[in-house]
């Protein structure tokens, strides 16, 4: 695996970092900024609209030069408004910071993708999709708690400082001059795996210089009409809006379902966490079957409803998911990228658009759907449905697949 995958990598475990860190900071926001602590809960939805409106039109920014440089400027603007938030004493100016980092973290995803992939090569593009998503899970299981250490012993301000000082190193090697070298761990001949290229992916180009860039990106919209895509992108909301509807309210299970002390949410969350790294590596490393994994998932969600009274139960089932959920979102991930090979500077936007509306919508259906039932468990139950029409989803899609060949293997004769 080409090495300077893994420097990108370095950057979304600061990025992912920076996305979920606010579930550990707001006490500490809303004392020093005299507001609400749900007007500081608020900056984690801001964050989120940051991602969903940022990834395509980031996209669309990153794709009118070359990659190196568009990732070089959405990590330099990530770190200077992480250092604005931390010497701001405005919850306005904070909250503009958050969607500003949550754009150019978008733009910095959209670009990386594809990116990543093309570096890595065909036969590795999976891995290369897992060792950035990987930077997400890791941020989960290791950054959001030492940021919520270190916020709870410096402030909030530090996180802030940290984050930023997080992305140095992936910044220092992306300045670098284009010629600059870095070996490939495994040895292995990849092509570009040598070096860092500069050159821009085939659809941001004009090809033979007659094309402008908007006629390119045009076109690449336009893949969008594919059915197969479409149904791939849906299934990544839903899958990715279950995983967060039972994952924000994992806590409240625990305390108010389970009745369990609040001081092992931590270790919950934490298994959940490791779950997600496991299951990102494993759709690295092989090929699930979507439909199968997809019937799994509905299962375990429903049995996670069910048992979820259980301390042994609830923390076996957390792994379970965390693991189940992120092998399938980044497969899903892989077949958006596969699907959208004539798009290679939208298809990376495609799908990070589509992950960030499952994280934003999840969330706030399980709220409804709790608040109307008056038991945490009504989010596990909305993980359910999402599942299922995700499953109904991509069913459909594989038996419509499965069909068309056949028609065409037979010339269309019954």
């Given at each position: 695996?080409?090495?300077?995958?893994?420097?990108?990598?370095?950057?979304?475990?600061?990025?992912?970092?920076?996305?979920?860190?606010?579930?550990?900071?707001?006490?500490g926001l809303a004392r020093d900024l005299s507001v609400s602590p749900s007007t500081a809960a608020g900056?984690?939805?801001?964050?989120?609209?940051?991602?969903?409106?940022?990834?395509?039109?980031?996209?669309?920014?990153?794709?009118?030069?070359?990659?190196?440089?568009?990732?070089?400027?959405?990590?330099?603007?990530?770190?200077?408004?992480?250092v604005v938030g931390a010497l701001t004493t405005d919850?306005?100016?904070?909250?503009a910071t958050r969607v500003a980092a949550a754009m150019a973290n978008a733009g910095f995803l959209a670009v990386a993708l594809p990116y990543a992939a093309a570096l890595a090569g065909p036969a590795r593009q999976a891995r290369a999709?897992?060792?950035?998503?990987?930077?997400?899970?890791?941020?989960?299981?290791?950054?959001?708690?030492?940021?919520?250490?270190?916020?709870?012993?410096?402030?909030?301000?530090?996180?802030?400082?940290?984050?930023?000082?997080?992305?140095?190193?992936?910044?220092?090697?992306?300045?670098?001059?284009?010629?600059?070298?870095?070996?490939d761990r495994e040895g292995d001949p990849v092509p570009g795996a040598g070096e860092v290229p500069a050159t821009p992916p085939p659809a941001a180009s004009s090809g033979d210089g007659s094309r402008p860039a908007h006629h390119v990106l045009r076109n690449e919209l336009r893949t969008l009409r594919?059915?197969?895509?479409?149904?791939?992108?849906?299934?990544?909301?839903?899958?990715?809006?279950?995983?967060?509807?039972?994952?924000?309210?994992?806590?409240?299970?625990?305390t108010d379902v389970t009745r369990l002390p609040s001081g092992i949410v931590p270790a919950l969350l934490a298994t959940f966490g490791l779950g997600a790294f496991a299951g990102v590596t494993l759709a690295g490393r092989t090929t699930l079957r979507v439909p199968l994994a997809l019937g799994v998932l509905v299962a375990?969600?429903?049995?996670?409803?069910?048992?979820?009274?259980?301390?042994?139960?609830?923390?076996?089932?957390?792994?379970?998911?965390?693991?189940?959920?992120?092998a399938l979102g980044t497969t899903l991930v892989n077949r958006v990228l596969r699907l959208a090979t004539e798009a290679p500077s939208l298809s990376g936007a495609f799908a990070t658009v589509s992950l960030n509306i499952g994280a934003f919508a999840g969330p706030l259906l399980a709220a409804a759907v709790t608040a109307n039932a008056g038991d945490p468990r009504g989010a596990l139950w909305t993980s359910v449905v999402l599942s299922a029409l995700?499953?109904?989803?991509?069913?459909?899609?594989?038996?419509?697949?499965?069909?068309?060949?056949?028609?065409?293997?037979?010339?269309g004769r019954e």
């Open positions: 695996m080409p090495f300077f995958v893994h420097v990108l990598g370095l950057a979304v475990f600061a990025q992912g970092t920076s996305e979920f860190m606010l579930s550990g900071l707001v006490p900056l984690t939805s801001a964050y989120a609209i940051g991602m969903i409106v940022g990834a395509p039109l980031m996209a669309v920014l990153g794709a009118r030069g070359r990659p190196r440089p568009a990732l070089a400027g959405f990590l330099t603007a990530f770190v200077v408004v992480h919850v306005a100016v904070l909250y999709t897992a060792v950035l998503l990987s930077g997400v899970t890791l941020a989960c299981v290791v950054g959001v708690p030492a940021g919520a250490a270190l916020g709870e012993h410096l402030g909030w301000r530090w996180v802030f400082r940290a984050v930023a000082a997080l992305c140095l190193p992936a910044l220092a090697l992306l300045l670098r001059p284009a010629r600059a070298t870095f070996a594919s059915r197969p895509l479409r149904a791939a992108l849906v299934s990544g909301a839903l899958v990715n809006g279950a995983t967060f509807a039972g994952f924000a309210f994992l806590a409240l299970v625990a375990a969600w429903t049995l996670f409803a069910l048992v979820a009274a259980h301390p042994v139960a609830l923390f076996v089932l957390a792994a379970v998911q965390g693991t189940l959920s992120f995700a499953a109904a989803l991509t069913g459909r899609a594989y038996v419509t697949g499965a069909r068309a060949r056949w028609e065409g293997a037979s010339g």
